[in-house]
T-cell receptor
Framework: TQLLEQSPQFLSIQEGENLTVYCNSS?????LQWYRQEPGEGPVLLVT?????EVKKLKRLTFQFGDARKDSSLHITAAQPGDTGLYLC??????????????FGKGTKLSVKP | NAGVTQTPKFQVLKTGQSMTLQCAQD?????MSWYRQDPGMGLRLIHY???????DQGEVPNGYNVSRSTTEDFPLRLLSAAPSQTSVYFC????????????FGSGTRLTVV
C-alpha cells in the first residue's frame, strides 16, 4: 500500500512568518501535486512537480520534489492571512492498472493570524 | 465557468435508502474519479474511469457503483446507504491520466441517519 505522510498536521503562525510543509513516502511517484482546499470547496491544484530535484515557485510558495521522487516540500515565505487553508500533497501512482490515480496525504491545516 | 459540476451540494439520507450523486465535466477530460473525504483519513479513492465505458475500483469501493456512458458524466450510486457513508464526496477529472493534475468539483456533503 502506498502512503504519503504529511507533516505537520496543524500549523498556526503569525503573519510574516515562514513555514515548510513536508510530504514523505517510501514509494516512488511519477509526479507529485500540491492542492489547497478552503472550507466547503474542493481542492484546487497549486502545482505539479514531475522531475526528481525539481523546484517550482509560485509567488511566495516554493515547491520541491525530492531527487528520488519519494518526497516533496512546500515552503511559504512571509505568510499572509490569505494563505490560510488546508494544504494537500498527492502522488500520482506509477504503472500498473491504477496508473494516474492520486494518493493523498492527510493534509496540513494552516492558520495565519494577522 | 468550465469545470466539474456536482449535485446536490447537501443531502440527508435514511439508512437503507439509495441515491445518485451526479458529476459532470465540460473539459473533455478522459479521466474521472470519485473520492470521499473524512476527518483524519484524508481523501480516499472510491472508483475511477479512464474513459467512456471503462470503470474500475479504487481503495474504498464497497457500497458504491459507478458507470460512464459518456465522457462528460460520471455518476456515483449509493446502493443502500449506511451511517459509515456519511462523508464529503468529491468528483475530479483530468486530461492526461492525472499526471499533470486534477480539477475537482465543489463536493457533496452527505449525511446518513
Amino acid at each position: 500500500t502506498q502512503l504519503l505522510e504529511q507533516s505537520p498536521q496543524f500549523l498556526s503562525i503569525q503573519e510574516g512568518e515562514n513555514l515548510t510543509v513536508y510530504c514523505n513516502s517510501s514509494s516512488v511517484f511519477s509526479s507529485l501535486q500540491w492542492y489547497r482546499q478552503e472550507p466547503g470547496e474542493g481542492p484546487v491544484l497549486l502545482v505539479t512537480v514531475v522531475t526528481g530535484g525539481e523546484v517550482k515557485k509560485l509567488k511566495r510558495l516554493t515547491f520541491q520534489f525530492g531527487d528520488a521522487r519519494k518526497d516533496s516540500s512546500l515552503h511559504i515565505t512571509a505568510a499572509q492571512p490569505g494563505d490560510t487553508g488546508l494544504y494537500l500533497c498527492a502522488g500520482v501512482t506509477y504503472g500498473g492498472g491504477s496508473q494516474g490515480n492520486l494518493i493523498f496525504g492527510k493534509g496540513t491545516k494552516l492558520s495565519v493570524k494577522p | 465557468n468550465a469545470g466539474v459540476t456536482q449535485t446536490p451540494k447537501f443531502q440527508v439520507l435514511k439508512t437503507g435508502q439509495s441515491m445518485t450523486l451526479q458529476c459532470a465535466q465540460d473539459m473533455n477530460h478522459e479521466y474521472m474519479s470519485w473520492y470521499r473525504q473524512d476527518p483524519g483519513m484524508g481523501l480516499r479513492l472510491i472508483h475511477y474511469s479512464v474513459g467512456a465505458g471503462i470503470t474500475d475500483q479504487g481503495e474504498v469501493p464497497n457500497g458504491y457503483n459507478v458507470s460512464r456512458s459518456t465522457t462528460e458524466d460520471f455518476p456515483l450510486r449509493l446502493l443502500s446507504a449506511a451511517p459509515s457513508q456519511t462523508s464529503v464526496y468529491f468528483c475530479a477529472s483530468s486530461l492526461y491520466s492525472g499526471f499533470y493534475g486534477y480539477t475537482f468539483g465543489s463536493g457533496t456533503r452527505l449525511t446518513v441517519v
